[in-house]
């Protein structure tokens, strides 16, 4: 992810980029150093990580609040936004899935793309395919998360994006 940001930043400034970590994490980024006794002892990522580099980082409780800051961030964002999964592993998948459920939920009406660089996530389009076959997924809803192989695709489906009609029409902010 680092990579990422930094070209970002490269291409469109420090602005461009929010990254948004849990406190538990900042021990595996640079924002964290081993003192003389092997303990850790974590440091304000705001001193440790340049933001010219790599862009603005803020340091949240938990994977949740990552998550729904993240969200918020895109819902913020306006027309064209959405969720983009690059090649990752359970972390890339569980957050893909959480934002797939959201929208089938109705928490948000956001496009959720996964960039398919080299059809790394072909098995997981198959899966969909498979449990909609099996009943699973309704038909309807299949197109909640849907496949770009190339950059230019993925602004298309960002840009064409159709709500799937099979959404639930849940109510979440009454009490």
Known sequence: MGEIAKTLVSL?????????IPKALLRYERSYIEDEAG?????DPRKTIDEKTYGRTTVVRDMHTRKQ?????????GAGGGFVSLSGGYGTLE???EMVTWNQLGIHAHPVVLFDVDGYWEPIIQ???????AGFIAE????????AKTAEEV?????????????????WNEK
Request: hydrophobic share 35%; no cysteine; proline share 2%.
């Open 12 to 20: 469109s400034g420090p602005g461009s980029v929010h990254g948004i």
């Open 39 to 43: 303990e850790g002892k974590e440091v």
């Open 69 to 77: 800051m993240m969200a918020q961030e895109v819902s913020d964002g």
């Open 95 to 97: 957050e893909t899935m």
């Open 127 to 133: 899966w969909v395919r498979n449990s909609v076959g």
């Open 140 to 147: 309807n809803n299949a197109g909640i998360m849907v496949a």
């Open 155 to 171: 602004l298309e489906r960002l840009r064409d994006y159709q709500t799937a009609e099979g959404r639930f029409k849940l109510k």
